[in-house]
């Protein structure tokens, strides 16, 4: 089973993310900034990492839920 995932993108966007299946946190790493994205729903991460576009399906998916700037 796995317990962490971690993507690389080739985005204008977004670099980066990894996802906690056990606790539902997303870290989403930009090019400027890194955030982490709490209760993220399973189905919800699944449809922004397999989008065409990840900066699109982060709006669509990922930015309702509640998240935090991580400190560089």
Do not use: C, P, W
């Not at 995932?5 to 400027?32: G, P, R, W």
């Not at 989008?51 to 399906?57: F, I, M, P, R």
């Amino acid at each position: 089973m796995i317990n962490v995932q971690t993507n690389t993108f080739k985005s204008s966007t977004v670099e980066a993310s990894t996802y906690d299946f056990n606790t539902k946190q997303l870290i989403v790493s930009f090019k400027h900034a890194s955030y982490v994205y709490e209760d993220v729903k399973e189905e919800d991460y699944i449809a922004f990492r397999d989008a065409e576009s990840q900066g699109k399906a982060l709006n669509k998916f990922i930015k309702g839920y509640s998240y935090e700037k991580l400190e560089d």
